[in-house]
Structure formats: structure tokens, C-alpha cells
């Protein structure tokens, strides 16, 4: 805090009445504390005398704040003041009496804020006034008998200051996502052109190595009938028979072709995975099955998947969805990420296993539920039925504990849980807001839950729904409708 200090035998002007270059250091969540005030306190016994010298001689003053016995009693500003002494007998009547004859015709309406009121809050109800209170310094209360004044005009400039560097930030914001976004469209980009390059040689071993099986079957048919028809053995197949070790190579062999053909089908679904996962075409819909998406997800996953984190899947019988596939692989991808990041936070010497369960399944109910955890991540009741087509949307009950919302569509659910450690409460209604991430620079965009929303709710009218108690782990619901 800058604070002017004045007493009533000091006449001397500051060297620095009014510091603007102090602004700079204002951040968005900076009080009235932080800015510069001034300290200018008289006694309203003292003639009134004394506030013309102190504000003739300190002109950048904005006012005096009036005590009686060292307790706050009010403020007289110096337009105010000024405004009465050049009234008829202004003078006469005011300057040799005690300033409290003034104070009685002057006194106006004080706006009086604590010390820790936000800057863009003061600056509102400053402006909130009469017209002709407009201009009137602001008395701010830093302790329970600290009063000292505040120039409306620093207030204004210091909330101008702070429009510009909320601007600055949502700019900087918006070409972050920019950038993301382009990121992501180039790295789908890139991911479908080296699936297309590798999908024509796996396709290519995967159809030889099937071929090859075949031929060595067939090869040893001729090498068992050429054994079986042979009258005389002949010492030198004998002797190149041992020298190969003709029976482990014939067993051997087999299982070689057979592992060769496994690893080319496993190869070749995770190139249709990657193909799947960046066709982020937005304008053409079309069916897949989600089992086979998530499947590809948790293939791409593969590695992560692989330090000690056991996937236990329990798929229903759900039919075709009508969707774009690209962003939904998107959803699962950040979903299932997010879950593995949650594990892998889990104390080590915890001897409980580590599981994500995704589960799918077809809800009927003409009546969904949506809990205390769904509405701490949704401001207002209209984003809870964002993701609803409009004729389906209908509020049935609501109190405190639980929103009913009706709706006679039949509604796909798949749930992605994970036994982590959760999301504790007081970030829960946050973790859908753009850029709001708790994982470290470097390692979260805080991008992933947002899209992930925007995708459900916008792109596909379903909801993303959550439940996460701290200590037990995270249970996403997407729910996508059935038409």
C-alpha cells in the first residue's frame, strides 16, 4: 500500500502525490489496499482555517478526513469544500468556526469500503452513485479506526489498467488454444498420414504370413509322404535331418509363422486405431460401434496401461451410435489419460490394485438423476440441460440435494472409473473451465475436460457428467442419446 502521510503542522507537498507507474504492479485480484492513499486527517474543532492552508498548499489532495477526540467522523472533499467557501459569506462563515459548523452543511453520503475490497468491485459502486457524488473520494477502512482516502480518479485509471490486462489475458488465452487446436490438427494430420503409409506393408505381411502358414502346412504334407514312401532311408537326409534338428524346426517353424501373423493383426488394429482416432472430419456423422473405439483407445494406450494398471471392461449390449468418431476417440483418449494420470499419482507402498473400469450399458429410465457433484461442476441449471435436445428437456424437481430431469430418450452410458485419489471438493465445479489444470507446466493444457465437454454436450447433445469422492477415485459418465 502507497499512503500520503499529512499531519496539521505539515504544509509540504509531496515529492510523489500520485504515483500512476504503481498500477503496473496491479494484479487481477488487487484490493483498494494496494493503491495509493492518502493519510490526511483534522480534528473538527480546528477552525476551518487549517483545511485551506492544507489543501491550497497540497493541491493533488482529494479531501480531509474529519476526526473529533482521534475517532473517524467523517470526510469533507475538496471540491465540496471549495464549493461552500465561495458561497455568499463562505468565508466569513466557515473559515475562522470550528470545521464542525461546516461538516454539519456539507456532510454528504460517504462510500466507505474495507481495505480488501477488489479494485473492479470499488470501482462499481463508485460509479453506482448519484451524479453528484460521482467524484467524490472514496473512504477506505483498513483497520477498525484507519481511515484514509482514495482519489476517485486512481480508481478509475487503476480499474482502466485492469480492463486492459484482462483483455491482454484473453487474448494471450485465446491464441494459446489456437495454437493447441492447431497442434491437434496437425498431429491428427500427421497421425493419419503414417497409419496410410503403414497400413499397406502390415496389410501386406499380414496377408503373405497367412499365405506362408498355409504353404509350410502344405510343405510338410510332401515332406511326411515323400517319409512314408521312401523304401531305403537315405544316410545323407539323415545326416542333414539331425544337422537342422528337423523335428524342433518342424514344430518350431509353425509357431513362428502363427506369431508372426498375431503380431501383424495386432499391428494392424492399432494402424486402424491411430486411422479412427485422428478421422476428425466435422461435418460427417456416421456409425460405429463404441466398443471398437474404446478398444482402440485402450490399444493405443497399451504402454501406459502396462505399469501395473489393470483395465477391467464390462460392455452391455448397446447398439450402433450415430456419432463422429475422430472426437469421440478424442474423449475416451483424455478420459482414460486423465484416469492413468490419477494412478499413477497413488502412494506406491498402496497395496491396493490400481483399476480403471469402463463399462457401457443402455439407460431407459425416463428419469435421470443429476447429483450434488454434477451441479458443483455447472454454474447455472440451463448448462445442466445443455447437452438435452430441446424438446426432450423438462425439470421435474428440484431442491439442495438433487436435480430430476425428464426424458424419454434412450441414452447409451459409458462410465470410466478409476480407484485414485479424486478430485478434491473445492476444484470439482472448476475442472471443466478452459486452461484450469492442476498438473504441472509442461504437462497439462488444462484443454482436455473442456473439449471433452464441448464435444459431448455441443457436438453430440449427450451430457459428460462426473462423480469423485477424495481418497475413493473419479467415475465419468458420458451419456450419448439414441435417436
Known sequence: MNTVMFNVSSMETPSSPFPFSSIHNLELESTLQELFLYDIQVDINQPGM????????????P????????????????????????????????????????????????????????????????????????????????????Y?????????????????????????HSQSQLIQT????????????????????????????????????????????????????????????????????????????????VSSERLSQLVNSLHSFS????SQRREINIHDCIDGTLLILKTRLRQGIEVIKDYGDIPLVNCYSGQLSQVFMNLISNGIDALEEVDKSNQNPRIIEVKTQIKTR???????AQLAQ????????SGLPTHLQTISFINEDTIHINSVSKWVSICIRDNGAGIPQEIQSQIFDTFFTTKPAGKGTGLGLAISHQIISEKHGGQLNFVSTPGVGTEFEILLPIF
Open 50 to 61: 487549517i483545511l485551506t492552508q492544507k489543501l491550497e498548499v497540497n493541491p493533488l489532495i
Open 148 to 172: 484514509q482516502l482514495l482519489d476517485i480518479q486512481q480508481l478509475l485509471v487503476a480499474q482502466s489498467y485492469l480492463h486492459q490486462l484482462t483483455t491482454e489475458l484473453l487474448r494471450q
Open 63 to 146: 479531501g480531509v478526513i474529519l476526526t473529533e477526540e482521534n475517532q473517524f467522523s467523517g470526510m469533507i472533499s475538496r471540491r465540496r469544500f471549495f464549493e461552500y467557501l465561495s458561497r455568499p459569506y463562505g468565508r466569513e462563515l466557515f473559515l475562522k468556526r470550528a470545521i464542525r459548523s461546516l461538516q454539519r452543511f456539507a456532510q454528504t453520503e460517504l462510500l466507505i469500503l474495507p481495505g480488501n475490497t477488489l479494485i473492479v468491485e470499488a470501482a462499481h459502486k463508485a460509479v453506482q452513485r448519484s451524479p453528484e457524488l460521482l467524484y467524490e473520494p472514496i473512504v477506505v477502512q483498513l483497520t477498525e479506526n484507519c
Open 366 to 372: 425416463s428419469e435421470r438423476e443429476i447429483y450434488p
Open 279 to 282: 478421422h476428425m472430419d466435422g
Open 378 to 385: 455447472l454454474s447455472q441449471t440451463n448448462r445442466l440441460l
Open 182 to 261: 492447431e497442434k491437434l490438427a496437425s498431429l491428427g494430420k500427421m497421425v493419419a498420414g503414417v497409419a496410410h503409409e503403414i497400413k499397406n506393408p502390415v496389410s501386406c505381411i499380414l496377408g503373405n504370413s497367412n499365405c506362408l502358414l498355409n504353404y509350410y502346412h502344405d510343405l510338410m504334407r510332401l515332406i511326411q509322404a515323400y517319409h512314408e514312401n521312401t523304401q531305403q532311408p537315405s544316410p545323407m537326409i539323415d545326416d542333414i535331418k539331425a544337422e537342422i534338428d528337423f523335428e524342433f524346426l518342424q514344430q518350431d517353424l509353425g509357431d513362428v509363422i502363427k506369431s508372426i501373423t
